[in-house]
């Protein structure tokens, strides 16, 4: 059975500023989850503008021995363009989360041209196994975004991967850009370890629709609408870990509670999940949810099928303009080199830096609040 993760990426504030982390509420939190019995916690270098790290040190490795918890973090790829900054920044983040080794360590936030342009070039594979064979990482993985057949790429060619974290949840099992389906195939022909992030799509799947609440509540009235897509990513076979960034503590019991007393989604409540996501699509603006009579129109290359799919979901989001920003579809225009004119990257000054460089700067999850 999956173990449920704690990410430490949308924290409580006691203010607007990312930065402004609550401590005695997440020492709260971390405390109530360990007593459930639960112990793995995420992280990375730039969520909360760079102090979730040291959420991990002041609620966590400070207050536990270290064998009682595992910790994953996150080398930040897209901030690094010299090799050096590579050794740099990893002896930061061990400082920074108070430890000596890291249980899983990824290369964040993966996709075709970062792999490329960054992860080659400034030799982060090599630097990343030196680290395994020192002891400083346990596991060496990925943290990905991108299509499966550039993840197959990634995998054939670094069969030294022990772990990947790709995004699953019944939003997007079936997506044309994200492909959790066809990645977690892939993961799985790999035979790698397989970590599960945002199976509640940053809380967007939290609530449905009333149509869909009541589709669901009519069969477990008491549970949250959470809990179902929670179980629908335990349920897969080969998942080792359902991440979940938990805000509150209201959020660490229900999850708890669904871990814990965890039931499995039937073949009926399957079907039920993916009725509601039609429900939930329908509710766009658009109204529908099958948008393949367009995947025949494909401008440069990209199906109108996708493209409609992505805008759809993104508007279905808390934060439409966030989830434009850093979707799929950006992705795919830069792999094409389309022009990225109506793409706005907010937070990049320099005049001098391409709109794609810009892209490859950005991480989606840095200082995003759900």
Known sequence: MAILGLGLMRLPLKSKDPTDIDFDLVCKMVDEFMSAGFNYFDTSYVYHKGTSENAIKQCVSSRYPREKFILTSKLPTFLITKEDQVEEIFAK????CGVEYFNNFLLHNINDIRYENRVKSCRMFEHASQWKSQGKIKNLGISFHDNAEVLDKILTEHPEIDVVQIIINYVDWESEFIQARKCYEVIRKHGKRLIAMEPVKGGMISQLPPAGEKLLK?????????????????SLDGVDVVLSGMSNLDQIRDNIETMKNFKPLSKDEIDLVMKARLILFESGEMHTADFSKYREISPNGIPASAVLESYISTQLQSNPLFAAENNYYTLEKLKRKIPLENTAFPGIDDPNITKAENFLNQDPFATYQS
């Open 93 to 96: 983040q061990l400082d920074n």
């Open 218 to 234: 009519d069969v477990e009235p008491d549970k949250s609408i959470s809990s179902w897509a929670i179980r629908f990513v335990g």
